[in-house]
């Protein structure tokens, strides 16, 4: 079974970058198509990016489309999440996950993932 840790997060201010990790550990022999979810205070889960197992094909939600960028370090192990000019509205809980039984290239539905990190806060101050 994989296993996903988040690291990465804090608190900010407005305009700042901050990089997120995942290290996937477990399983590792195969590549996985790899997503980034987020979810503020009393709002549903939302999709940020997804990262294709290949690593050739990204996918992001509208909301942070040319701020953030997914990509991977295969000899690591860890996909990251690097966040620039960050907003206010960019609060979260930032989750990562894995979707190892799946063929898909991307996927922006959280129920297309079975494997989930337990999330790192990123708090941006205004």
């Known amino acids: 079974q994989v296993q996903l840790l988040e690291s990465g997060g804090g608190l900010v201010q407005a305009e700042a970058s901050l990089r997120l990790s995942c290290a996937i550990s477990?399983?590792?022999?195969?590549?996985?198509?790899m997503g980034w979810f987020r979810q503020a205070p009393g709002k549903e889960r939302e999709f940020v990016a997804c990262?294709?197992?290949?690593?050739?094909?990204?996918y992001y939600a509208d909301s942070v489309k040319d701020r953030f960028t997914i990509s991977r370090d295969n000899a690591k192990n860890t996909v990251y999440l690097l966040m620039n000019t960050l907003k206010p509205e960019d609060t979260a809980v930032y989750y990562c996950?894995?979707?190892?039984?799946?063929?898909?290239?991307?996927?922006?539905?959280?129920?297309?993932?079975?494997?989930w990190g337990q999330g790192t806060q990123v708090t941006v101050a205004s």
């Open positions: 996950a894995a979707a190892t039984r799946s063929s898909r290239t991307i996927n922006m539905y959280a129920y297309g993932y079975d494997s």
């Open positions: 477990g399983p590792t022999s195969s590549r996985y198509l």
């Open positions: 990262l294709s197992r290949s690593g050739q094909t990204t």
